[in-house]
């Protein structure tokens, strides 16, 4: 199968169990069922699920045993963009070319739909009792209550303080002020870097990996998170609108911090580069370690596809 076909088949996977897990439209209330299906299915890349997928799969062919990790990821992910496009954070009125959820459900609806899809997201990662089929049986039978345990420390982590809320903090207080390559870096290893670290650590760790395995996935993750982000700097300078899904240059309008102001965009491709190559040879540890060469070849192409993309 070719890797696109491969990514394709993999969102579809996890789209559906989102759609198993997620309440219907009509299920009572139902505002905030339709808010909390607008913005997940709003077309995302699904970039965090994969990651957890793709790094499982280097060490247990049951990559759906990480499905339910995935999907709360997702909801973690889609729950802070909801919040980060409210009038009180950055005020984005798009989002994938979209309304944002604010604009079509009022600021109260959005702020409860990110409210709900962060719990939401820790009830499936509990292993809680849904209707037991293809999506959930491997996650609720092969893996035990003690590495759930584990996954779900870390990624309350990533996802709280020490991750994203310290990174999203730190954002705001540097608002139309300059700020240096530390404070810099602070932000956006943990607004956003952190979650993209850990749903890879995650889904090694589920896969059943070693502690040294996990660092050696953390150190990856690491890498693919700052260059996920100078991408997103550079695409809202040179990228496409109608790609992107919404208007490029709010960062400069915003006052934000972006890489783009310290390094400007050649530099940034440089060190793109640069990351992609430590990304990989992070890796190199792993590669003899009875790990299939495909499922090693799918995890690099991931990342080129993560930090090569153009929206």
């Not at 995935?70 to 496009?85: G, K, N, P, R």
């Not at 849904?130 to 491997?138: G, I, P």
């Not at 491709?269 to 499922?295: C, F, M, T, V």
Request: negative net charge; glycine residues 8%; charged residues 25%.
């Amino acid at each position: 199968m070719k890797f696109q076909d491969l990514i394709e088949d993999r969102i579809r996977s996890v789209d559906a169990a989102l759609n198993f897990y997620l309440p219907g439209e009509n299920v009572y209330p139902q505002t905030i069922h339709r808010a909390i299906r607008y913005s997940v299915f709003a077309g995302g890349k699904r970039m965090r699920p994969l990651l957890a997928l793709f790094t499982a799969e280097l060490f247990n062919p049951d990559w759906k045993r990480v499905l339910p990790a995935s999907c709360a990821l997702e909801l973690i992910h889609t729950y802070s963009l909801i919040h980060d496009d409210l009038p009180a954070m950055d005020n984005d009125d798009y989002r994938r070319g979209k309304p944002t959820s604010h604009k079509v459900f009022g600021e109260g609806t959005a702020i409860l739909a990110g409210d709900a899809l962060l719990t939401y997201a820790f009830k499936i990662l509990a292993g809680h009792t849904f209707t037991e089929n293809d999506f959930n049986y491997s996650y609720n039978h092969n893996v035990t209550s003690q590495l759930k345990l584990k996954v779900i420390s870390d990624i309350s982590r990533a996802a709280g303080l020490g991750g994203m809320i310290s990174g999203q903090v730190v954002d705001m207080e540097s608002e139309c002020k300059q700020v240096d390559e530390a404070t810099l870096d602070y932000i956006n290893m943990h607004k956003t870097g952190a979650l993209l670290a850990v749903s890879a650590r995650a889904g090694a760790m589920l896969g059943g990996c070693s502690d040294e395995e996990a660092h050696i996935i953390s150190v990856f993750g690491t890498y693919l998170g700052k260059g996920f982000q100078l991408v997103d700097d550079l695409l809202d300078v040179e990228g496409n609108e109608a790609r992107i899904g919404k208007a490029t240059g709010s960062d400069s309008k915003q006052g934000k911090a972006t890489y783009i102001s310290i390094y400007g965009s050649e530099k940034i491709r440089y060190l793109r580069d640069e990351l992609y190559q430590k990304a990989l040879e992070s890796l190199e540890p792993i590669k003899n370690r009875n790990i299939g060469s495909s499922n090693l070849m799918n995890i690099r192409e991931l990342a080129r596809t993560i930090l090569y993309r153009d929206h």
